[in-house]
T-cell receptor
Framework: KNEVEQSPQNLTAQEGEFITINCSYS?????LHWLQQHPGGGIVSLFM???GKKKHGRLIATINIQEKHSSLHITASHPRDSAVYIC?????????FGTGTRLTIIP | GAVVSQHPSRVICKSGTSVKIECRSL??????MFWYRQFPKQSLMLMAT?????????EQGVEKDKFLINHASLTLSTLTVTSAHPEDSSFYIC????????????FGPGTRLTVT
């Protein structure tokens, strides 16, 4: 069993829909990253959070430390949001990555 | 935000040759750099952690004599894949953090290595 689990693995939605991607982890962490990986592979760090909630534009990330769970939300989704979204848990100064959620937004 | 570059972005090499990948932090001093490998449709896997001026720490199962890592300056780390084989074909990504803030990692764009 992976230490960091994401769901769903694949998600297809219509433009404008509200998107939620979930991440559960079993290790103790000091922080959790949400990353975006576009086709071609480049990775962009979206959020790093250790408690509560963060918002950047149409993206919102939340984390519940007690439940060892984090969510990434995208409001008013757009085709350019299509990418693989990866959560990564930081524990013992190492990142453990989830397998990613492939999001496809259809115009 | 902080910028990390990698060079080359793509490389094709013949089996048995060596290939060097560079990772540079462009606007900050990276005291720690991380090298990851990602196979198709899989997670990133940490290969090694390098601190400037000291030997890299390799993860279990990663051959240090095959994947040579040098972090000679605060802005440059290199990964050399020696005697490459087709099974080394993968996407290699570096990330960098500055100061003591290990959890703020800035990722490079990655290098796709194909060994023929």
């Amino acid at each position: 069993k992976n230490e960091v689990e994401q769901s769903p693995q694949n998600l297809t939605a219509q433009e404008g829909e509200f998107i939620t991607i979930n991440c559960s982890y079993s290790v103790g962490i000091s922080a959790l990253h949400w990353l975006q990986q576009h086709p071609g592979g480049g990775i962009v760090s979206l959020f790093m959070l250790s408690s509560g909630k963060k918002k950047h534009g149409r993206l919102i990330a939340t984390i519940n430390i007690q439940e060892k769970h984090s969510s990434l939300h995208i409001t008013a989704s757009h085709p350019r949001d299509s990418a693989v979204y990866i959560c990564a848990a930081l524990g013992n100064e190492k990142l453990t990555f989830g397998t990613g959620t492939r999001l496809t937004i259809i115009p | 935000g902080a910028v990390v570059s990698q060079h080359p972005s793509r490389v094709i090499c013949k089996s048995g040759t060596s290939v060097k990948i560079e990772c540079r932090s462009l606007d900050f001093q990276a005291t720690t750099m991380f090298w990851y490998r990602q196979f198709p449709k899989q997670s990133l896997m940490l290969m090694a952690t390098s601190n400037e001026g000291s030997k890299a720490t390799y993860e279990q199962g990663v051959e240090k004599d095959k994947f040579l890592i040098n972090h000679a300056s605060l802005t440059l780390s290199t990964l050399t894949v020696t005697s490459a084989h087709p099974e080394d074909s993968s996407f290699y990504i570096c990330s960098a953090s500055h100061g003591q803030v290990i959890y703020e990692q800035y990722f490079g764009p990655g290098t796709r290595l194909t060994v023929t």
